[in-house]
């Protein structure tokens, strides 16, 4: 009797384990508005977490943006890798283009959007596991868009 009771409790663990690691959210953002981004958090904060490698892509000419982004990954203790390389994390910097859209007063606007992307996920090359961005005034100059958008992605990773 207490064999079949340990055989049922060893098949029903082996059975619900499974099921329970499933349902485990691996990162991901789904776009909520236009130019926002709902991202899962915790999912991102682990996967961070365990990333060592970390590849930057910012304009050709955006050498003050690339700079911010390498002392950005120094600052979370990953190595920075060269563009050739597979990396565990994409961080890739990007201003929002608000040509042909009509803003109604002085409000902040979606500007500019830290992008980060894990290579070994969903189609194709890349998948979208973080979006941070940043609302501000459009003529905002863009050393400062970067600086803020940075600070601001600091903050969501050290208090998230």
């Known amino acids: ?24 959210p691996g ?23 365990v990333s060592k490698t970390v590849r930057v892509d910012t304009g050709r000419m955006d050498s003050f943006g690339r700079r911010q982004m ?9 190595k920075l890798v060269a563009p050739e390389q597979r990396p565990d ?11 042909g859209r009509i803003d109604f007063g002085p409000g902040d606007v979606a500007v500019a959007r830290l992008n980060i992307y894990d290579p070994s996920r969903g189609q194709g090359e890349r998948s979208l596991v973080w979006v941070e961005t940043l609302t501000a005034q459009q003529d905002l100059p863009w050393p400062s868009m970067v600086t803020q ?3 601001q992605f600091q903050h969501h990773v050290a208090g998230a």
């Not at 009797?1 to 485990?24: E, N, Y």
């Not at 958090?41 to 961070?48: C, E």
Request: proline share 3%.
């Open 27 to 49: 990162p991901g953002c789904t776009l909520e508005k236009t130019d926002y981004y709902q991202c899962k958090g915790d999912a991102f904060q682990h996967l961070l977490a």
């Open 1 to 24: 009797m207490r064999c079949c009771r340990l055989l049922i409790a060893m098949l029903f663990a082996f059975t619900v384990l499974p099921l329970c690691a499933q349902k485990a």
């Open 89 to 99: 994390l994409v961080f890739e910097l990007a201003w929002i283009d608000r040509s």
């Open 149 to 151: 958008l940075l600070q």
């Open 70 to 78: 390498t002392k950005l990954v120094a600052d979370l203790g990953k």
